[in-house]
């Protein structure tokens, strides 16, 4: 007796290629958002050498994976290939004097039950440094290796 193949459905896909960079408030961030729906944010983001984000955080759950560059989150070090957590409510800060790319997933928070709200995020008030060389790392800024 013959077997019949169930109806596969069609996937959505997009192609980042075909997606323009948009403006961040950081002058020196830009992305592409790939997905944003169901509560959850995929965006691929590159960042000009010099970046510097200053100590913030959010009520929803992050992870980023390096795709190039190397980025000192938190000091610490990361490179391409890494996965980085970030949960809900964690202070951060980004500083890359390379520069770089990375993907990053932004889902709601298991515990505050915050999703992510703004694909470039002009609504997340960082309260300081909105001008454009606060978000440029100064020499005294610099990464401890």
Do not use: C
């Amino acid at each position: 007796m013959a077997t019949r193949k169930p109806e596969l459905p069609e996937l959505q896909s997009v192609d980042s290629n075909n997606l323009p960079w948009e403006a961040t408030p950081s002058p020196m961030a830009q992305v592409k958002v790939l997905m944003f729906r169901d509560d959850v944010l995929v965006r691929l983001h590159r960042f000009e050498p010099g970046v510097y984000e200053i100590p913030h955080q959010h009520g929803f759950w992050q992870l980023r994976y390096i795709l190039e560059g190397e980025f000192i989150l938190n000091n610490q070090k990361f490179g391409p290939g890494t996965l980085v957590d970030f949960p809900e409510k964690t202070i951060y800060e980004i500083q890359s004097k390379t520069g770089g790319s990375w993907l990053s997933f932004q889902l709601k928070g298991p515990t505050t039950g915050i999703a992510p709200s703004d694909p470039y995020g002009f609504t997340y008030d960082f309260h300081k440094n909105r001008d454009p060389e606060s978000r440029r790392m100064k020499d005294t800024q610099a990464p401890q290796a």
